[in-house]
Each structure stands twice: as structure tokens, then as C-alpha cells.
């Protein structure tokens, strides 16, 4: 069985989404409703709560482990926050996981692959030095490395791109290909990052054949409870006086189409003549906006129930938003609406990371070819 160590593992999302043909050796969060919630589903046995920074490989576990999986934080990082980047407290945490991974290394236990996952901002944050920063790390402990975006809306209803960056350690071989050209999952941003890596970190890198390809089976309306009692005409006529003329008429000819219809809506400020203005804008393709937390630089998700003339809203759902993340109805969320809410805005979407799994980790642990 694959065995790996999972840090800042809020609520356990890549532990589900690697699946039960992994073992995990190892977990670690410092945020007491995310770790009640890991050990409500999985049990204490492998969760230390404790700040990365007080962790050293004596805590970690004799076994050198298949993998090492860390979503770190993204608040530094994220366009919608204040992108001090790696000089920001909480992103800066990369490098606490990354010296556990050189203390491994010293001692003969650096994990086989690495894997770490955050906003696409971290690709021009800081002018693109945090980029070079992370990813010379990784090259200089041995690893050649890679990236791509991976789209949550190609497994789940909910448009949430990530970064995810790969290291391969020796003996691990996945499916290299040729550099790609500029789309969904190498946009710009990220071949122009690659472009400006130094030599040492250049000369480790490689670029991943595999591609998403479509598979959702599920729109908004698939997971959201549509239950008239919660919506509220009340908010649902706020929502449309704080639209854009532009937006309003998209959902009068939804109202005009006399079906029924489910969509999502955050609150923006936006400029409009040289003033600020509050605009709720709205979207009804079948996806949600990309869940997130006050923390994260933005409001709660609203949805908006169109239905003949009548238009109603509420507030998503913790249940609702975990559905959005590919949990399932049995996961036990915490109790509180604000930190069920928080876990699933910070967590990685669970069938992505099954995706990832099936087609690059675990082919790429399997394999005995020589990457090189």
C-alpha cells in the first residue's frame, strides 16, 4: 500500500481523494476546528495539531513515505487578498514544510514525491520571485519538478483553479511530454514563469503529458437543496437592485423562460464613473464562483433560485459547499456554519485530487522507467 504525510491537512480533502490504496503515516494542522474535524472522520491515531514551525523530523515517522501532500496557506498569495507572498506570515509556512523535507532527506527519508498545491497567483506573486523561490527549493533537494493548473470545474460544479506542483523524486517516473502550448492548464502566466527560472532550477524542470479532460456529471442545481422554504423573495430583490443593468437582464430572460434555474453570485466592489459601488454578480452556466473565506479576501457565496417570475436568494450552504468540494454527504462537518464554511473554502476539491492520483502519482510511483 502507498503511504504518504499530509501537511496543513485542514480537513483531510487529499486524504479522501488519494483514496483507500494509500496509507497515511503522517498529518498536521494547527487550526483546532479543522483538527476536530480530521479526527471526527478519520480518527486521532495520525494527526498531530501542532504549528509547522515546531515540528522537526524527530516527529515525523521512521518509514520514508511515497509522498508528501501540502496544500499550504494561500491568504498571502490569493488576487483577492493583499499578496505580500512569501513575505506574508501565513504562505511563508512553505518553507517550514520544505526544511521538514530536507530534514527527511539528511537522514535517507525524503519522500518519493512531493506534491504542492495553491493559488495561481503564487506564479507572479512578488514579481514571480516566490515562484523561483519555491521551485528552486524543490530542484536543489533533487527533485525534478513541474506544474500545472488543474480546474475543479472539470470534476465538480465549481470553477476553482489551482496550481499544483510536482516533485519526483528518484525511482519516480511519470509521463513527461513537450513543453505545451498556452490554455486552461498552462495559461501564460505559468510558461513565462517557467521561462524566468534560473539554469539550476531550469534544468530540472519537465513539463507533465497529462491533461483533464472533461468528466463532471453534476451542474449547481445537482447539489444545491432546492426546497423553497430557505429562499427569501426579501434578498432575492436585493440581489437584483445591486446588479448591473447587464446582469438584471440576463435573469429577466431567465424569469421569461418560465423554467426553473440555480445560480451563484458573490458581492464585488467595483468602479463605475469614479465611484465604488457594491454589485452582486451573478453567474448561471451550472457552476458556482470558487468557494472562499472572509480570510481569504472575500464574502460568502450567495444563490439565486429563478423560478417563472419570482426570484429568491440565500446564503450557500455548509453542506452545500461541501458538496462543491467533492465530499460526501457522510463527511462529518464541523458544527458551527462559519468553520464548516472556513474548512471547505481552504481545502483542495477531493476528485481532483483522485484525478491527480490515478493519473500521475500513482502511475509515476509504479513506474521504473528512467525519467531523466
Given at each position: 500500500m502507498l503511504t504518504f504525510l499530509e501537511f496543513f491537512a485542514g480537513?483531510?480533502?487529499?486524504?479522501?481523494?488519494?483514496?483507500?490504496?494509500?496509507?497515511?503515516?503522517?498529518?498536521?494542522?494547527?487550526?483546532?476546528?479543522?483538527?476536530?474535524?480530521?479526527?471526527?472522520n478519520f480518527g486521532a491515531d495520525d494527526l498531530v495539531e501542532a504549528d509547522i514551525a515546531a515540528l522537526t523530523a524527530r516527529d515525523l515517522?521512521?518509514?520514508?513515505?511515497?509522498l508528501a501532500w501540502a496544500s499550504f496557506p494561500c491568504q498571502d498569495l490569493s488576487l483577492a487578498g493583499a499578496r505580500a507572498g512569501f513575505s506574508g506570515a501565513r504562505s511563508s509556512l512553505f518553507f517550514e514544510f520544505w526544511r521538514l523535507i530536507e530534514e527527511l532527506a539528511a537522514r535517507g527519508r525524503a519522500p518519493r514525491m512531493v506534491v504542492v498545491e495553491n493559488v495561481a497567483g503564487l506564479l507572479t506573486s512578488n514579481g514571480g520571485a516566490d515562484f523561483i523561490a519555491l521551485t528552486g527549493r524543490m530542484a536543489a533537494s533533487g527533485y525534478r519538478i513541474t506544474a500545472m493548473i488543474v480546474n475543479a470545474r472539470h470534476f465538480t460544479p465549481q470553477s476553482r483553479p489551482?496550481?499544483?506542483?510536482?516533485?519526483?523524486?528518484e525511482g519516480a517516473a511519470p509521463a513527461f511530454g513537450g513543453r505545451p502550448e498556452a490554455g486552461e492548464h498552462a495559461p501564460q502566466a505559468l510558461l513565462n514563469a517557467v521561462d524566468d527560472l534560473p539554469a539550476d532550477c531550469a534544468s530540472a524542470w519537465r513539463w507533465l503529458a497529462a491533461r483533464p479532460d472533461a468528466r463532471?456529471?453534476?451542474?449547481?442545481?445537482?447539489?444545491?437543496?432546492?426546497?423553497?422554504?430557505?429562499?427569501?423573495?426579501?434578498?432575492?430583490?436585493?440581489a437584483l437592485a445591486m446588479m448591473s443593468e447587464r446582469q438584471r437582464r440576463v435573469v429577466e430572460d431567465?424569469?421569461?423562460?418560465?423554467?426553473?434555474?440555480?445560480?451563484?453570485?458573490?458581492?464585488?466592489?467595483?468602479?463605475?464613473?469614479?465611484?465604488?459601488?457594491?454589485?452582486?454578480?451573478?453567474?448561471?452556466?451550472?457552476?458556482?464562483?470558487?468557494?472562499?473565506?472572509?480570510?481569504?479576501?472575500?464574502?460568502?457565496?450567495?444563490?439565486?433560485?429563478?423560478?417563472?417570475?419570482?426570484?429568491?436568494?440565500?446564503l450557500i450552504a455548509p453542506r452545500e459547499a461541501a458538496r462543491l468540494m467533492g465530499l460526501p454527504d457522510d463527511y462529518r462537518l464541523p458544527t458551527g456554519t462559519t468553520d464548516a464554511l472556513k474548512l471547505c473554502g481552504d481545502g483542495v476539491a477531493v476528485p481532483v485530487v483522485r484525478w491527480i492520483a490515478e493519473t500521475i502519482i500513482e502511475p509515476a510511483l509504479a513506474s521504473k522507467a528512467d525519467a531523466a
Open positions: 480537513g483531510g480533502m487529499a486524504r479522501i481523494g488519494l483514496g483507500p490504496g494509500w496509507r497515511c503515516l503522517f498529518a498536521n494542522d494547527c487550526n483546532k476546528g479543522k483538527c476536530a474535524a480530521y479526527r471526527d515517522p521512521a518509514a520514508r513515505a511515497d489551482r496550481l499544483f506542483i510536482f516533485g519526483f523524486g463532471r456529471n453534476a451542474a449547481l442545481a445537482d447539489l444545491v437543496d432546492q426546497g423553497t422554504e430557505d429562499w427569501r423573495v426579501d434578498l432575492g430583490a436585493v431567465l424569469r421569461e423562460s418560465g423554467a426553473r434555474h440555480v445560480g451563484a453570485a458573490f458581492r464585488r466592489i467595483r468602479w463605475e464613473n469614479g465611484e465604488r459601488r457594491q454589485r452582486v454578480e451573478a453567474r448561471f452556466d451550472g457552476l458556482a464562483g470558487c468557494l472562499r473565506t472572509p480570510a481569504g479576501g472575500s464574502s460568502r457565496q450567495m444563490l439565486l433560485l429563478v423560478e417563472g417570475d419570482t426570484v429568491r436568494a440565500r
